[in-house]
């Protein structure tokens, strides 16, 4: 056989250099590709970017709800109202006497004046209250002590209906209970979502990757016969893979930002007439760029998935 | 029945190519080669002819591992084929140069960079890549078509930017099939004084064609195909008579 060694002296590779330009190459080139059909493009990003952005919008919701709910739970708060004619000596006593225990983080005594100044500021209420207080009747409202607990909550607020001046203790752990259940339910809902359109997503990646590697099969079959490697072939389809990807994380982004706006404004305005300052939040830059390189990276295992099984097809077989 | 580079006696010259009795099979069960065997020695030029099925193309591809041989081996220099798998099939097809009847062009892309595909292949460097692109394309008349698409050249010139392509990688061996098939004859005259020069730069050449009138005139060793046989192996000498 001829001096295959002297060949390959004369045939030399350059290792790193030449595997950095083919990269580079197929970047650029399939970025070229990626616009050469601009309306199919378009299509495979838009429904690519739908399926990101179910899931996606749904869990922005659920964390600005779990938001809302902690601001709500964080203060885990029993409310003690204590019987009409309790007076303010014993009201403060009995505050004193309980911050003592210690099953109990705190307490707060809010006198009637107090809550009735509260009730005419959040209620919206204020110039029916003013009339009535005008016909000269006394306070309705009785003391309210707001009981922070230290430990378990359910038998501090059993342990406080017990006392005598208590008349009515509110204590709202099953609506609590209730919704943490509900918050878990929604995440898991968002999850199992986020698992099937990123499937759809893949298989959207997939199924264009593969449309395009019929339109290009005689290309890639004169490129096998000429000794292209399967990571060559493969290079330019996992990059159009990746470019899909991205630019669909990207359109699912500007879809919830676009969302965001919209929604903002009322919401605020909503929570701000029931007395909180509750703003819904977006995607932040860290979560943004988590979804933009999720949605490349899922582009790319597509391509992946779909130029590696093209490629087994196209080994030579013995039978 | 004339054996280049077989074995004789104890030592056994260098061979290019050798095909041990090599049968293929297709799925459908038709056979397309049956026990052929065969070897090409170092800068060696020849022709395998018969009729349409005879088992040219099978032959060709088994030689481009393309296909893989139902029984038998074939040999690469001492290299068995049937043990050539993943990643270096597509390092063996860097070894041997081939030249398509339909040119199998890439016509998206400009005749230099079609030429050029081996070298990349390789991983050669860009300038080294230019230049040896250039020389090709100076050697087979095609310089002032470097940039043209194949779309715009004449069937003469594409089975030239054809030819380029495989040759520039400075391959072991070179495999046309039916090369001049669409030329006309001064053309394929060109094509074959340039074939028979490759030997003494030391390529191999295997030339699969139908043309007898073309073959007589070559005078080469000819390997004959019928219906997956080997039929016959004539030596140059033997080829006024044949």
Do not use: C
């Amino acid at each position: 056989m001829p001096d295959g060694t002297k060949r390959d002296k004369r045939v030399q590779s350059t290792g790193v250099g030449a595997w950095f330009d083919h990269h580079l190459y197929s970047l650029v080139a399939s970025f070229g590709r990626f616009f050469r059909r601009p309306w199919a493009t378009l299509l495979t990003i838009g429904v690519m970017a739908v399926a990101l952005a179910l899931p996606l919008g749904l869990w922005v919701v659920l964390n600005n709800v779990q938001r809302f709910a902690g601001e709500v739970q964080g203060s885990r708060q029993i409310s003690v109202f204590l019987k009409d004619g309790t007076d303010a000596a014993r009201a403060n006593a009995l505050a004193g006497e309980l911050r003592k225990r210690a099953d109990i983080a705190a307490v707060t005594l809010r006198t009637p004046e107090e809550g009735l100044q509260q009730l005419r500021t959040r209620s919206g209420l204020g110039d029916a209250i003013d009339a009535l207080a005008a016909t000269g009747d006394a306070n309705p409202l009785p003391f309210l002590l707001l009981v922070t607990p230290s430990g378990d909550d359910l038998t501090l607020a059993e342990s406080l209906r017990t006392l005598p001046e208590a008349d009515l203790v509110q204590h709202d752990a099953v609506w609590r209970g209730r919704l943490d259940n509900w918050l878990r339910f929604g995440g898991r809902v968002a999850l199992v979502l986020a698992l099937l359109l990123g499937l759809g997503a893949l298989l959207v990646v997939g199924n264009t990757v593969r449309l395009d590697i019929q339109s290009r099969r005689e290309e890639i079959g004169v490129l096998q016969l000429l000794g292209a490697s399967d990571g060559f072939i493969r290079r330019p389809f996992l990059y159009l893979g990746a470019w899909y990807g991205l630019a669909a994380g990207a359109l699912a982004l500007a879809m919830l930002t676009a969302a965001w706006m919209a929604l903002r404004a009322p919401l605020a305005d909503l929570a701000s007439s029931y007395g909180s300052g509750f703003a819904l939040q977006g995607v932040d830059q860290v979560q943004a760029a988590v979804v933009v390189g999720g949605a490349t990276l899922l582009g790319w295992i597509g391509a992946g998935i779909v130029t590696g099984h093209f490629l087994r097809q196209t080994r030579p077989t013995s039978h | 029945m004339h054996d280049a580079g077989a074995p004789s006696g104890d030592t056994a010259p260098m061979t290019v190519l050798r095909f041990d009795n090599v049968s293929k099979q297709y799925p459908g069960g038709h056979v397309a080669l049956s026990e052929v065997s065969f070897a090409v020695a170092p800068g060696e030029m020849l022709f395998v002819t018969g009729h349409s099925g005879a088992g040219k193309s099978t032959l060709l591809k088994l030689i481009q591992l393309a296909e893989r041989p139902s029984r038998g081996a074939v040999l690469f220099g001492e290299k068995n084929l049937a043990k050539v798998r993943g990643g270096k099939v597509a390092l063996h097809r860097r070894s041997v140069g081939v030249v398509y009847q339909n040119h199998q062009l890439l016509m998206d892309r400009s005749v230099g960079e079609n030429v050029a595909l081996p070298l990349i292949l390789r991983g050669m460097k860009r300038g080294e890549i230019g230049k040896r692109v250039r020389s090709m394309l100076e050697r087979l008349g095609l310089a002032a078509r470097e940039r043209a698409l194949p779309s715009q050249l004449s069937a003469g010139e594409q089975q030239r930017v054809g030819i380029a392509r495989a040759l520039v990688a400075e391959p072991e061996l070179l495999v046309a099939d039916e090369p001049t098939g669409n030329l006309d004859p001064t053309l394929s005259a060109e094509i074959m004084a340039l074939f028979a020069a490759l030997p003494e730069r030391g390529t191999s050449v295997l030339v699969a064609s139908h043309d007898l009138g073309l073959i007589k005139r070559m005078k080469k060793r000819v390997l004959v195909l019928d219906q997956g046989r080997l039929a016959d192996d004539i030596p140059p000498e033997d080829l006024a008579d044949a």
